[in-house]
């Protein structure tokens, strides 16, 4: 069965500052991974996806995300953060390229602080 | 991107009666539509997947008769919460299927 982990239910960072979501996988085939971020009392907001290829992926709104196959890991990180990113950052697994449902880590919140 | 719209955003009701949500994929046709639910600070759970012209697949422990679900037409999909009661209450997420999944804004749904 698939699974996400999301280590942190909270992450605070310094406007300017870089930042980093982490998000760990298991799944029994090749893995298909997501970022969504969900704004209050909103729908989720596709950031960025890997399906195969270049391990680094860029997003939408400057973030990117790289996935490493043997720490089965898909961190989402940002160069500089902005307090506008502040929000909830939802990690994502499917096992094919997102037309099954997916499963969805508990999320973590992030906090751009001024 | 595409856009996917639901309706209402929220919605109020008496424990007993029953509440419609609609999904629409607005500018492309969707087969598959996914039904989420989330707590407030949890994750999404799915709930169901909809396949147009035929009957929804629901998840382990998800009434089909009390959380009944339409897929008409390639851009439509409803979920209608029969005699919802307070620990209905929750946001309703929905997903369309378009290459990769598009998800609705929600909707609020309160059992008074």
């Known amino acids: 069965a698939q699974s996400v982990a999301q280590p942190e239910d909270q992450v605070n960072v310094a406007e300017g500052n870089p930042l980093t979501v982490k998000c760990t996988y298991s799944?029994?085939?090749?893995?298909?991974l997501f970022w969504y971020v969900q704004y209050p009392n909103r729908g989720l907001q596709f950031l960025l996806k890997?399906?195969?290829?270049?391990?680094l992926v860029k997003g939408s709104y400057g973030f990117e995300a790289e996935f490493n196959k043997s720490q089965t890991s898909f961190h989402l990180k940002k160069p500089s953060a902005l307090v506008s990113d502040s929000a909830l950052y939802f990690c994502a697994v499917s096992l094919r390229s997102g037309n099954t449902p997916l499963v969805f880590g508990k999320g973590t919140r992030l906090s751009v602080i001024a | 991107g595409a856009v996917v719209s639901q309706h209402p955003s929220r919605v109020i009701c008496k424990s007993g009666t029953s509440v419609k949500i609609e999904c629409r994929s607005l500018?492309?046709?969707?087969?598959?539509m996914f039904w989420y639910r989330q707590f407030p600070k949890q994750s999404l759970m799915l709930m169901a997947t909809?396949?147009?012209?035929?009957?929804?697949?629901?998840e382990q422990g998800v009434e089909k008769d009390k959380f009944l679900i339409n897929h008409a037409s390639l851009t439509l999909s409803t979920l209608t919460v029969t005699s919802a009661h307070p620990e209905d209450s929750s946001f309703y997420i929905c997903s369309c299927l378009f290459g990769t999944q598009y998800f609705g804004p929600g909707t609020r749904l309160l059992v008074l």
């Open positions: 890997y399906i195969t290829g270049d391990n």
């Open positions: 799944v029994s085939g090749n893995p298909y």
């Open positions: 909809s396949n147009e012209g035929s009957k929804a697949t629901y």
């Open positions: 500018d492309f046709q969707a087969t598959t």
